[in-house]
């Protein structure tokens, strides 16, 4: 195998794993919320809030090894797509160490000390809130948006 493909599986490798273990538990917690009972939030809560650290090097480990293949491939590093990949992956590491950093840890405080029971409404603030909805959309958008760009290569 040649240095750009292990490089290339190794990019691909980081994003999928990355992309799994926060969208993930993410989605079972939207789903988890759909059932308005607190027990079925508590477990997934705990185990999302501390993803964190992990999480964060899947990404810059993709990002890494996405620059590496460039580099080794000799594309131009500040090719249309390439421009709209590096932003893309600022937005990740942005939202990543703000709102989705901070909401699972919020979510898991609140769940430890809810009794079981129906959703509170400190509980549906924190999912339903504008900042939160803002960022889950920006979050849905974000991997087909990727993909595009690094597939069909935009403006290239
Ligand atoms: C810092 C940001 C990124 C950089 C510098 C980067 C760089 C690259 C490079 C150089 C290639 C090889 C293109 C080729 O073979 O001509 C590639 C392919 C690929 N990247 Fe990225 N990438 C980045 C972000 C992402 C993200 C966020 C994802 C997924 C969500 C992703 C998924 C892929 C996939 C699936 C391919 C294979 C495309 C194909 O072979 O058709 N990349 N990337």
Redesign the pocket.
Known sequence: MSM?LLL?FL??TF??VA?TISYGPLLLLRLAYRTGEVGNLRGLALVHSGLGPLTFVMYML??IF??L??IT?H?DLLAPW?VI??V??AI?VLTGVTENRTWPIRLAEVVKRTPDGPLTPEIRDLYMNRRTLAVLVIDIV??PV??F???I?PFS
Request: cysteine-free; charged content about 5%; aromatic content about 14%.
């Open positions: 750009p290339l990019h691909i994003f999928v992309i993709g990002g996405g620059l293949t460039a491939l594309v390439l990949a590096y893309g992956f990740a974000w991997v990727m993909i760009d690094m597939v290569k």
